[in-house]
């Protein structure tokens, strides 16, 4: 009777071993077995399938150097594609919301409001930004681990903030070694040479991260504001969190990697240069600690197995639309000075290498122009990205109030506060040319390798939805 029962036993989990194996490697319809997945949540592949529409207030601080422009490109597309509106800068800001100078809503372009999403970089304002934004704003942010976002600053920023620019032979090691020696607290820039990450959130770099009842405080505010605080060093899980977060779907958080050095241009950071980077930025530390373990927890509630399944996706999905994108084949990156087109040439600061990508020549034959949208966006750099959202929003706000009368339309007449632009990042080779009411009329055409005009290219996404050139082939993702 026992052998009987072992038998059956055997029988039993042999047939159930290899029922699994042949529906692992027989299928060629799913990436993924859901069987493995039973208490993760769906995936949301259609508008049908959503229990819930999705979330398009979004308030994201993009903090420097923690893969935020990437993060940035992704919000953009995100509300072109949904016809959404994009908060920007007045152009005497530049691409940026005149930082370092504290947010507030008289640096935001009057012809984009509304707004439903809010990303240029800023120095955080909570009290401006809740006026600004509708009530039901989400607010997400980014931080990257201390002593390789510090060693990207340094490189990134050395012949542009004081503080490094006194060290004489130019290395991070020197640097650490005296730092007071070189920093000045009040320098316009100094907020590159320390607690970077505090600075952008609005908080006192000066302050220790041994200040407990400060650091307390402070994180315990945090906590309240940011739904969701993204780890850089984690991109594609965070992605995850905020697809869930959002209701998005997984076509939304698509993203090529935007605005790196490279490797040329990078300083390995040894245990011992990492200690004193974390010791200098103490209070960056303690935030990127307590926000990364706040990151793990959501994922372990999320559970591992649910959250590595998406991050899976993603990246085959990603990898789909790559292919697509450049010809069949994995994109190159290009330094930018080797980037023949001026629409996709990122801002290169001096003595560094950035890297970005050039389209295939022949897009324009092979897809359809909502296609080339896709594919060209994608890999679009942050300055001319937000030119090209400025101008489509302007033509947009002047479409909508071109018959009403002006004295109910006074919102293009609110005083826009005139400030310097932030160093020479603003002073990006290819400048608007429309005024600060978004005038287009001397509006230059420059044309890139693959023949596609940058007035082409500002077309919103949503008035080329129904068209469709005969001949032509979408991006299947």
């Known amino acids: 009777m026992v052998r009987k029962k072992i038998f059956l036993l055997v029988a039993v989990v042999s047939t159930v071993s290899l029922l699994l194996h042949h529906r692992i490697h027989s299928s060629t319809k799913s990436w993924i077995m859901e069987p493995f997945y039973f208490n993760c949540p769906p995936l949301q592949c259609h508008p049908a399938s959503r229990l819930k529409p999705k979330h398009t207030n979004v308030a994201f601080l993009k903090t420097h150097k923690t893969a935020s422009s990437t993060m940035q490109n992704l919000l953009f597309r995100f509300a072109e594609r949904n016809n959404l509106t994009v908060a920007l800068p007045v152009q005497s800001c530049g691409h940026q919301f005149c930082y370092p100078q504290t947010f507030t809503a008289h640096f935001v372009h009057p012809h984009t409001l509304p707004a439903n999403i809010i990303t240029n970089h800023m120095r955080f304002n909570k009290a401006e930004l809740q006026r600004l934004m509708p009530k039901n704003t989400i607010y997400v942010t980014i931080m990257r681990e201390p002593s390789t976002m510090f060693e990207s600053s340094f490189s990134y920023y050395y012949h542009y ?7 004489r032979d130019g290395t991070l090691e020197t640097f650490l070694e005296e730092p ?23 908080l006192d770099k000066d302050r220790s991260g041994e200040d407990e009842e400060y650091v307390q405080a ?4 945090l906590d309240k504001v940011f739904s969701l605080v993204m780890i850089a060093e984690y991109f594609d899980e965070s992605l995850v969190l905020l697809r869930h977060l959002l209701s998005w779907d997984l076509d939304d958080i698509l993203y090529l990697k935007l605005n790196m050095r490279s490797a040329s241009s990078k300083q ?5 240069l990492a200690s004193k980077i974390r010791s200098w930025n103490s209070l960056d530390a303690r935030l990127y600690d307590h926000f990364n373990a706040s990151l793990w927890r959501k994922i372990s509630t999320m559970g591992l197995a649910c959250v590595a399944r998406e991050v899976q996706l993603l990246r085959q999905t990603q990898e789909k639309l790559m292919r697509s994108c450049f010809d069949g084949t994995m994109p190159h990156l290009r330094a930018s000075s080797q980037i023949k087109n001026n629409n996709l040439r990122p801002w290169n600061p001096e003595k560094v290498d950035i890297m970005g990508y050039d389209l295939p020549g022949n897009l324009s034959q092979r897809f359809s122009s909502k296609a080339q949208q896709l594919c060209l966006k994608l890999i679009m750099p942050e300055v001319q990205h937000t030119q090209v959202l400025l101008r489509s929003q302007s033509l947009r706000y002047r479409r909508v109030h071109q018959f009403r009368n002006p004295r109910q339309s006074n919102l293009s007449q609110l005083p826009i506060r005139r400030t310097l632009p932030w160093h020479t990042q603003v002073q990006h080779p290819q400048q608007l040319a429309e005024t600060e009411t978004g005038s287009t ?5 420059v044309t890139g390798t693959q023949g596609q005009s940058l007035n ?18 979408e991006i299947n993702i």
Request: charged content about 25%; some cysteine; hydrophobic content about 25%.
């Open 161 to 167: 903030c004081q503080s490094f620019k006194r060290v």
């Open 180 to 202: 007071w020696r070189y920093y000045q607290p009040k320098e316009k820039d100094s907020m590159h040479a320390r607690n970077t990450l505090a600075f952008d959130l609005g």
């Open 218 to 221: 402070s994180l315990a505010e």
């Open 268 to 272: 390995s950071v040894t245990p011992g």
């Open 441 to 445: 009329d001397n509006l230059k055409h």
């Open 456 to 473: 082409a290219v500002t077309r919103s996404s949503h008035t080329q939805d129904n068209t469709t050139q005969k001949g032509n082939r």
